[in-house]
């Protein structure tokens, strides 16, 4: 069966600290990558994705991530963040031609100011 | 534009008792409609996926069952509720069939068993 993996389960950083989240998934054929984000008391709503193309795509909020086909990751990446990046972060997968969308377990991100 | 209600935001109801809770999406058609638990440190859980009227996909057997009366009204429902029911529920909706788009979400309702 397909899943998803976010290994960082919590992650503590201070302004201006690079970040990077990463999310591994287990499935051999074509998928559509996603990462969704929730801030505190808000909707879960869309950071950015993939589909084909340039394996590097970049989302709101100067995110970014890159797609690795033969490491089956699609780590999320941030040079600088900010206090308002405080939230929870969430890996979704795809697979081409079907309708079930797998997410992973989630990252808690706190950003101290 | 499109949105997508759900209700209620919370609940609080006994062990046994029945439950119903109701999403609608505006301003699309023919969307796929998606029920997922949401659990601390657990990610979303999809529970329940349809991509028509009268069209229900169980992901995962459990306590509960969904419906789909009309086209952009999506029920979640319980005969008989457990504890372990307890917990925050999302209903999402995308566009297409096999769509390549992306997933947007409700704003939950809490749901706690006592």
């Known amino acids: 069966a397909q899943s998803v993996s976010q290994h960082n389960h919590h992650v503590i950083l201070s302004e201006a600290a690079s970040l990077e989240l990463g999310c591994n998934y287990s499935?051999?054929?074509?998928?559509?990558l996603f990462w969704y984000v929730q801030y505190p008391g808000q909707h879960l709503q869309l950071l950015l994705k993939y589909f084909s193309g340039d394996p590097l795509v970049k989302g709101i909020k100067g995110f970014e991530a890159e797609f690795i086909k033969s490491k089956f990751s699609f780590n999320l990446r941030k040079p600088s963040v900010q206090w308002s990046d405080t939230a929870e972060y969430f890996c979704a997968v795809k697979s081409s031609g079907t309708y079930k969308y797998i997410f992973g377990t989630g990252t808690r991100l706190k950003v101290l100011a | 534009s499109q949105t997508i209600h759900q209700w209620p935001a919370t609940l609080v109801q006994p062990v046994g008792s029945p439950l119903s809770l109701e999403c609608t999406v505006e301003g699309t058609s023919n969307p796929n409609l998606y029920w997922y638990r949401q659990a601390a440190g657990r990610g979303l859980q999809l529970l329940f996926y349809s991509v028509g009227i009268g069209q229900i996909s169980s992901e995962v057997p459990q306590n509960l069952s969904a419906s789909r009366p009309q086209d952009r009204q999506f029920i979640l429902s319980s005969k008989k509720l457990l504890l372990s029911d307890s917990g925050f529920y999302l209903c999402?909706?995308?566009?297409?069939?096999?769509?390549?788009?992306?997933?947007?979400f409700g704003p939950g309702t809490r749901l706690t068993v006592t």
């Open positions: 499935y051999g054929g074509t998928v559509n």
């Open positions: 999402a909706w995308s566009e297409g069939h096999y769509s390549t788009y992306e997933q947007y």
